[in-house]
């Protein structure tokens, strides 16, 4: 490794390709416990860890390599169907990838991982052995070096020597055929053939990894790589090369426009005003108009990435928790090729990680329980991604015991989450919504999320903070479904401007349902707040005036149907000018209270995009507008 | 060695991007910008097909067409049986090197290796070729 540049971003490559094919590995195993004879799959599973260790090689992380070569030789004998897969093989199997994850980890941390438990690796060569022991003696006598790699099928076959003098003779580039007495004194000493062979191709001491003065080099390194890693994390991205070629090109585009402009503009200020002068204008600022949209879905796209990416390290994260219960689940995966922002997939890690474990832990009843209920005892989790309009949907399903509303309904009473009052309006909708408030999964805390923290609550403050939204859906004895919709990019956001006086404001196009005009003859008092009967449910009305704290003679003429996950109210306007996709611009350094960004109209004009939950909880969460502040709005008018 | 790396064009063919990259790296040291990448051996082929290239550094264990595969189609076409051809593999097992042999390797390279091994190997084969 001694000439080696630019190690640093080498490992990040590493890793980022290395992870993904070790979900990929992780996901193949899932598969091959229900069909353990697949030569494909072991096949796929036997090149995943010769690549991994491939890789690794070069990265001097000789504990890695020597837990890939073992596994990847216990492959190799498992798809020869020299051995046979059994449970205990299958253990030492998955302990084998845990174990590389946790590599993967401190390599991460820019540390060369130390080596694996000797209980695994012993367990990975009694596993090669297996078949060892059926071997000739010599073999299944030597050292465990030696069983290693895996002795070569041709072992008491043609001689070895002889072999190599072939090999030479056939003009490949060895530079240091041995002699026999070295074979044959080396192998004598547990050597594994593997070894010979490097001997004998000419690899030097010196190349090996671990060796001591690469050795030293790499904490060198290793030092300088972590400081500078420190801070970054995981920010590449990997792009497919399609869409930067698209992006390339239309930057070149641009320029050329740009030039266009450049010299109509010296034309026009030298007094050329024609007509033909002009419509050159019209037609270079349309066309770098088309050329700039195009160029912003160009570089959006390259930050989409395919949700199945997220979605690869669930199967084995639910076989495990499912077989730790004692439950037989699969994991569906539906809509993986689903495309999404990179940085929401990082943040939508977790809550589906929980949402899962919530599905196999409490959505699926006991195996008994399925059998009793005259369910089939095999259960069906699944994880679902596509898109709608402009927004991802993403279901987790199960085909468990289902929530029921009343239980719901009393457990969160008796927490004191909610009075009685409430819990007797709300419909099965709101209970179920009841799961997401702070305090109400205790069990969960405890049980299934083995420290994590993360409740339910926390999902949902995790998905809005993704401008998204969690819905549940139950049936009782049917199973439970979470929907969670996001927004297909986060650096774009569709909003709804509305008006206030000749103000407009931003509001999220997300929460609007709908828009309705608002007669004030139809607006009634319920419960001391001020509210509207919109289809037969009785809607608080909040004015945007009141929210800001403007005064306002105006009546205002529009309500915005608007839903977040708590609340569902009428946000009262003057009028509206339409939608437009907003691109945010954060106040760096100055944050009005309910402001969520700024962004510029095409006229120029800055707009507001307003922190509707953030004004909301300034009002005292969903208690309502007292009538007589709201009369002063609307009163004046009637 | 050439009298001019940077006019020999190479085509590195591995699956896994970071191998292609290391390869990549390695042969820039030694001077050879000129290099070309396929992720298989299908790829490889059809790029090798089109022309152009001077020398492959394949990898062995790939999907769709490994480098064996490969190697032997290129020694069964008329235009590529000449190209010079270096095999890379983590195997060091004999069957392995006789197979790549037998399939008309120019050379056999073990993973890991360092630019030093790598360019010891390209000086033979070059010498070889009278590249």
Redesign the interface.
Known sequence: ??????MED?LQ??LV??TD?LSDVDNKLVDLEKSPGDKGLLN?IF?GF??I???A??L?ATELVTLCHLTENLFDRLRNGEIAITADVMDSIMDATGTVRDMFGSLEQGMQPGPASPQLLDNLRAAIAGQVSAAPPAVAAAPAPAAV?PA???AGGPD?DA??G??AS??????AAPTTPEVMHTDVEGKS??QI??QA????A??K?GAPSSGGRREVEKGGGGASRSGGGDNSIRVDTTRLDQVLNLSGEIGLTKNRLNSLRSDILNGRNDSDTLHALDQAVSQLDLLVSDLQNAVMKTRMQPIGRLFQKYPRIARDLARNLGKDVELVLVGEETEIDKTMIEDLSDPIIHLIRNAVDHGIEPTADRIAAGKSPKSEVRLEARQEGDHILLLISDDGRGMNPEKLRAKAVEKGLITDEEANVMDERQSYNLVFLPGFSTKDAITDVSGRGVGMDVVKTNIQKLNGSIETKSALGKGTTFIISLPLTLAILPVLLVQLDQQPFAVPLSMVREILPIDVAEVQEVGGRATMVVRGEVMPIYPLNYMLGWASERTPGYGVLMQTAEHTFILAIDGFMGREDAVIKSLEDFRPKGVAGVTTLSNGQIVLILDIKELLSALGDGRGVPRSIFQAAIGAAA | MPADPSKIKFLVVD?????R??VR?LLK?LGFTNVDEAEDGVVALAKLQGGGFDFVVS?W?M?NMDGLTLLQTVRSDPTLKNLPFLMIT??????N??A???AG?????????????LN??MV??FE?VGL
Do not use: C
């Open positions: 490794m001694s000439d080696f540049q630019g080498l490559d590493f390709e290395a094919l796929d090149r010769h690549t260790k491939g890789g090689g070069f001097n790699a070569p099928a041709t070895w072999l190599h072939a090999v056939e003009a490949m580039t060895i530079t053939p593997e062979i490097q191709i000419g690899r030097r010196t190349d990894p | 699956d896994f991007s970071t191998m990259r290391i790296n040291e990898d264990n999907p983590a195997e060091a097992k004999k069957e090197i006789i790549a042999a037998q390797a120019s050379g056999y390279i073990v993973k890991p290796f360092t630019a030093a091994t010891e190997k033979k084969i070889k």
